[in-house]
């Protein structure tokens, strides 16, 4: 296993639409072992293909305390959302130290692949159908802070480069 670099915000490759995964082989085996590793290391929940530079269909998540229940999407589709919605508050391992409200939808219905290819629903609700809707919209090239006034945008998108230019210096 080998821990990945997350791509920041507002860096363009952010905003690429991931292509699905065409076969469940040992290539995607490792990036998910690799992808869990990651999102364990940075402390996160969840961690889409997308934020490590790697532009396919494929998300980790894991909500336990004991960080020792992935949850591995692959191809993901939405198939049903509740008609409730509710303003959550988001965070991002690609835009550390940001948070922000977003509205959601409250209960998801997704029809994915498995860590070993076999076809799954999922029902979710509250924490993890927040997750599956903020991973997902990664592979659709969108980040949270999107849902956010352009004012807001602006100036973490500044708060970002001004933090990006002092790590290197």
Sequence with gaps: ?????????PDPKLHTVAK???AVNARIQTLIADMLQTMYEAKGI???????????CLIVIDLSEERDTPLVLINPQ???NSPE???NEEGCLSVPGIYDGVERFDAVKVSALDAE??????EAESLLAVCIQHEMDHLLGKV????LSPLKRNRIKKKMLKAQREERA
Excluded at 51 to 56: L, N, T
Excluded at 117 to 122: D, V
Excluded at 144 to 147: A, G, I, L, S
């Design 144 to 147: 949270f802070v999107e849902y």
């Design 46 to 56: 969840g961690l889409a293909a997308t934020q490590v530079d790697v532009h396919q």
């Design 85 to 87: 919605t509710h303003l």
């Design 117 to 122: 290819g076999r076809s799954r629903i999922i």
């Design 78 to 80: 939405l198939i049903w």
């Design 1 to 9: 296993m080998a821990l990945l670099p997350i791509l920041c915000y």
């Design 20 to 22: 699905p995964v065409s």
